[in-house]
């Protein structure tokens, strides 16, 4: 791993009053469920202590991922001995436990930002560091021009201000077109077929934990964890007119920032992470070997290092 900066008691039940919740002490989150303004229900994993005193973490998955990505990481940092901290990881409509949309017209950033604003009003979250990977990233340079929530922090794991076509090209090649697996055997083989160019060293039992975060057993057989129709709304992009996100990535200019790109990755390019460090006089980055789009924000390492970033941004800043 290599790393680079450049410097210039309640229990949780009361702190979801308001949402559905659903508490099992065998896991180490309770799940909260938030209904969207359109009516449409929402899923997101409650890790910790809303009374705890350091700064939440909410984190914000792929596009076509859901927030089980994020349990080793959430659990650490709301177990954190120094500072345990509330962790919210948000399923997206259409993807995990939240609810499917019949129109496909609504998987868009739009609706994603107005469901995730209404996550924060329901848990009363008013200030946050947020984890982004790739689309979850993109929110989070936009709510950095977006009020009322403060940003107190943001890490990307591995998506910038210019997305590459090539990255989005291979996204759209299987986002709701995944084959059928029979089991997480054969899900853990078709991952390895898509992904070992991007994972080039991840061992057997990190496939199959993969496919266990990709397919969820349904009346005994397997089904991707996100909408089919999430196919449809990627059809529209256009990889030639792609726009640039420079406007709300210097939003950010304030707030501490983290960057964590995969060596191997195809969405973010080195290129693009240079310019990015030279916007701004103080970025922590973070490259992984070995990973590609997007790192898996698992291995202890690097769990320690967005620890440390987070506890970072619960100091005040100084001009």
Known sequence: MFFHRRQRERHFQEACSRPVVETDLSQAFANAFVTAQDGAMLHVRCYGSRHASAHSVVCLPGLARTAADFHPLATALAADPAKPRLVLALDYRGHGQSQYDRNPKNYTIRVALADLSAVLAALEITSAIFVGTSFGGVLAMMLAVLPPIAVAGVLLNDIGPVMEPRGLMRIKSYVGKLPIARNFEEGAEILRWLFEAQF????????????????????GALMPNHDLKLARALRGISLERLPTLWDQFDALAHIPLMVIRGANSDMLASTTLNAMLARRGQLEVVVMPDQGHAPLLAEPNVIRRIAAFVASCDVPARD
């Open 200 to 219: 080039t060293k991840l061992a057997p039992q990190d496939w199959i934990a993969f496919a266990q975060r990709t397919w969820r057993e349904h009346r």
